[in-house]
């Protein structure tokens, strides 16, 4: 799997000045490179989850008090519990709920590899730095620690997504992990180890899914995001919601606050995080059209940044 068209790029790291610039500049090469190529022509054709695209899962850490978290779209709803892990002394301890950049990539990683082997036993790798380079980024110790914390965290979770109107109400589990096997020392390279050292299987319901709905997306225009998660939501959500779109759609700030799973404390505050992440995305998707108005954004048809027909059987994925 190719998570980008550049060249490996470190992972993110506090915004200062100096990383700001260095986001900034990369982010630009990536966008230069998505502008110029297809992500056919890039091999940087993804696939990601639906469920996950429409309900997202947090941004930030919920701390020791999050034992439950909800998200609602609509209809649907999303709701993740935090899994039992062992603990340094051998007990069991709450591994916490996944958050943040890596569960994104992780379920990227996932369900691309998913569509293009056509199995649902996933290989991580020999090691933690085996998987980084994997992701295209450069692995330091903090970085790799929290990758393995976020990936318990979430293959771990218990995971339920559920649908309710005036006449039906249903559910269904979104589990990704029937098992998991991980690296058990962020410090150990492995590189003798067998390719499927570490591997997750996919749980059947999950698995089925994504081959029956395959959801394309620009791998490297992700990449060039994944800095800011509500940028990656915003460019995940959007094309499923204006994919069939006519006619100007109107979005309020705190309909749209409560779809991203960002937990700003003023409309105000969100609406200026939510403008400059659609600035981001137009660096990747030229083609999406907005516009501000009084109380939100108002979204126009466009062009998708990736077909959604696009069929998987057909399209090559490394």
Known sequence: ??????????????????????????????AIDVFDRSCLERNDLGYYSSVFAITNLPHRDLGPKGTC??????????????????????????????????PRLLVLYLATEAVRTRSPQIELGRSLADFFRRLKLIPDTRRVQMLRRQALRLFSASIQFTFSDSEILGGSSAQL???????????????????????????????????AHPYPVDIGAIH????????????LWLPLR??????????RYDTLAEQMGSNYARKAEFARHCLRALQKIQQFWF???????????QFLPCELPVPIRTNPTKQKIQ
């Open 177 to 211: 992990a029937e098992q998991y096997l991980l690296w058990r020392s962020e410090n150990d390279i492995g590189d003798s180890r067998p390719r499927n050292a570490s591997h997750v299987t996919l749980t059947t319901h999950f698995f089925r899914g994504l081959l």
């Open 287 to 297: 083609g999406l059209r907005y516009r501000r108005i009084h109380d939100g954004i």
């Open 69 to 102: 978290w909800t998200r609602r779209n609509g209809h649907a709803s999303l709701v993740v519990r935090p899994g039992l892990i062992p603990g340094p002394d051998g007990s069991l301890i709450s591994a916490g709920i996944p958050y943040g950049m890596w």
């Open 1 to 30: 799997m190719d998570l980008a068209s550049t060249s490996p790029q470190p992972a993110a790291t506090p915004q200062t000045p100096r990383t700001a610039s260095k986001h900034w500049d990369r982010r630009c090469r990536i």
């Open 224 to 235: 060039g995001l994944r800095q800011s998660p509500l940028a990656l939501d915003l460019f």
């Open 242 to 251: 204006l994919r069939a779109l006519r006619h100007p759609l109107n979005l």
